[in-house]
């Protein structure tokens, strides 16, 4: 079924951005591919309509469903005429230490963390001694060259953009790449504000819908691989909304 597109109501920014210019980011994708690609086709005339945009996908575009290569792919292609920024999230930093090592627990722990649909995508059997290799040669040198240089904090004005979360106080600069891909607390107890003044905008953390009550953070994160909701931040200058795909 084609998924539908809900959008909220406009409301005031939680950091304004330059008049005319955009950003969205997106959330948790964990291969609902349909909803993806539903939700970057309504992200875009906004995006494309303003002076400069920027979309930003926030990580975990793998695992635990049937298209996560196909995620991976369509991230990689971008949007035409928008700055478009991916970042690593826990999976797909969990999936590059079991490809790029043979510690055969690193395996174990991404086919725990749902790593088995994404070995199905791409045909390879996960019992098989050179599955490694074999991943490698399906998905493509090039995607996985791409996803070991993902950042891992992206900045645009007063919005910080991260997979999980930051350690609060501390200076967004001296974040560890561990706590940027996987915090949830004290993170998620924080009540902010944070360095430098930034609203952060996040994921990693299921929760049934998008909280905008928050003055600092903002999480991204709806579950999309249970839920069938894959939901999305639009600012375009001094006011935002929500926009999500649903699976009828």
């Known amino acids: 079924m084609t998924p539908l597109i809900r959008r909220g109501d406009w409301t005031a920014a939680i950091r304004p951005l330059a008049e005319r210019q955009a950003v969205a980011a997106i959330g948790d994708v964990h291969g609902q591919d349909d909803l993806f690609a539903a939700l970057l086709d309504a992200l875009l005339p906004d ?25 991976l792919r369509r991230a990689r292609a971008g ?45 390879v059997a996960d019992d098989r001694p050179d599955w ?31 997979h999980a979360g930051i350690e609060p106080g501390l200076p967004l600069s001296e974040q560890s790449p561990r706590t ?18 930034v609203a952060v905008i996040h994921g990693h953390t299921p929760q049934p819908d998008v909280d905008l009550s928050h003055l600092h953070r903002i999480n991204l994160d709806t579950g999309a691989f249970h839920t069938g909701v894959l939901s999305a931040l639009l600012i375009v200058g001094d006011r935002m909304r929500v926009v999500q795909a649903v699976r009828p």
Request: charge should be negative; aromatic fraction near 6%.
């Open 132 to 162: 490694r290799q074999a991943f490698a040669g399906a998905l493509g040198r090039d995607v996985i060259d791409w996803l070991t240089q993902l950042p891992q904090l992206h900045r645009i004005g007063d919005l910080a953009f991260v």
């Open 180 to 197: 940027l891909m996987w915090t949830r607390r004290p993170w998620l107890e924080s009540r902010g504000p944070y360095d430098d003044g």
């Open 47 to 71: 995006l494309q309509a303003a002076r400069e945009s920027s979309l930003v996908q926030l990580g975990d575009l793998v695992d635990r469903g049937p298209g996560s290569v196909a995620a």
């Open 79 to 123: 949007l035409p005429g928008v700055a478009c920024v991916t970042l690593m999230g826990n999976h797909e930093d969990r999936m590059l230490s079991a490809i790029l090592t043979e510690d055969p627990h690193e395996k174990a722990m991404w086919l725990e963390f749902g790593g088995g649909e994404t070995l199905a995508e791409l045909g």
